[in-house]
């Protein structure tokens, strides 16, 4: 992985981590994520409008990688809201960003990627620390807790939406392999924007959307350059990238998530989550030189 591509992704793992914050501290977090999208997408677009060139149209298979791509992520921020409405963030988030277990799969047998020992291994350590994040204690007992875990509605949410993102990152991988990263990012935007409004017709939802703007409306102005940055940063450098590699090292953010949760919101056994924080950001590493 070059280094430019390994920087984009470090920071894209960084803005990832914030806007998971500012979800967590919203009060309606689906309501807040289409709002979020929505102050994103008018960045955006003003972005496009600036830059003043011509777009290149897209051919059939790029909008089916958008469309399926974005029906995957829109689910995924879905179930994440419902996660973060019940679990400490600190616990859920890790959960959410499982797609790492699964992504090099993907990679191996639908486009042939290979992986090296160090790599392998630098993924084998990110993961030991999403496992172990969810530990309140060093003891046999403890170890088999997380799968007692698997009761509550939190942490299955957090499990399926990192299931369903390891499906929308290889439509990402496909997509800006054939398009420009900016361009696809914007259309999976759209996409996500469109499923995420039809959600919201729903009668759960009356008089809420209006309610959250008038209590966060800072915090839904500050997220759109927040996932903006994430999104553009993660697709210009997995496109310089192995999508098997890419996806792990983006969990550097399971360990700036840990510090937020602790610093912001309180969140406790802050010492052993921040141990297995440090455990990602030495396989990020590892897999970096592999």
Known sequence: MSNLAFTLILLSSVMHAI?????????????????MFVSSGL??????LLIRQPVPFPDYNVFLMALGGGGCFALYHL?????YSSGDISLTYPLCQTSMLYV???????????????????????????????????????????????????????LAAGFVYSFGVMFDKAGVQRYSPLYFTWLMV?????????NLFR???????IAEWRLNWKLILMSGPVLMASFLA???????????????????????????????????????????????LAGAFLIKFG
């Open 19 to 35: 806007w998971n914050l500012l979800v967590k501290k919203s009060r309606q977090k689906t309501v807040f994520i289409w709002w």
């Open 43 to 48: 960045m955006f677009s003003l972005l496009l």
């Open 79 to 83: 179930l994440t809201g419902r996660a």
């Open 104 to 158: 090099p799969l993907w990679g191996m047998m639908l486009i042939n990627e290979r992986l090296s020992l160090i790599g392998g291994s630098g993924i084998a350590l990110v993961a030991l620390g999403a496992y172990s994040v969810q530990l309140q204690k060093f003891t046999l007992d403890e170890l088999l807790r997380p799968f007692r875990n698997l009761g509550e509605p939190a942490v299955r949410a957090a």
């Open 190 to 198: 759209f996409v996500m924007f469109v499923l995420m409004s039809l």
């Open 203 to 209: 009668s759960r939802y009356n008089g809420k959307v």
């Open 234 to 280: 993660f697709r210009y450098g997995l496109k310089m990238s192995p999508v098997s590699y890419a996806v792990p090292v983006r969990q550097v953010s399971i360990m700036a998530g840990v510090l937020l949760g602790m610093i912001f919101l309180g969140e406790s056994y802050g010492r052993i989550r921040f141990a297995s924080a440090l455990l990602i």
